[in-house]
């Protein structure tokens, strides 16, 4: 009973990385590895002009969805542990 929680946590980081992996893959994010690896020596990166940075977008509420996500597992483990402490 009282590693029940720490598997669940593990299994759903485990699940999220791979969500992730699969996400990056069909964007074709790893694409351009040649371009990719000479970005950090280039001195001419564009600046890119927040068109309204007062609204906030999507990807915004995706990343506090994905926060809460993981503190609610953290917080589930912590509290399955003390409830397996105690009882």
Known sequence: MFYIGWIS?????ILVGILVFLWAL????FSD?????YLPLRDDFPMA???NPSKATGEVYA???VIAIGLAAMATTVILT??????
């Open 9 to 13: 946590l593990t299994a759903s980081g």
């Open 33 to 37: 590895q040649g371009r990719a690896r």
């Open 26 to 29: 069909k964007t074709e994010q």
């Open 82 to 87: 003390l409830m397996s402490l105690g009882g």
């Open 63 to 65: 990343l506090l969805f």
């Open 49 to 51: 002009q927040a068109q």
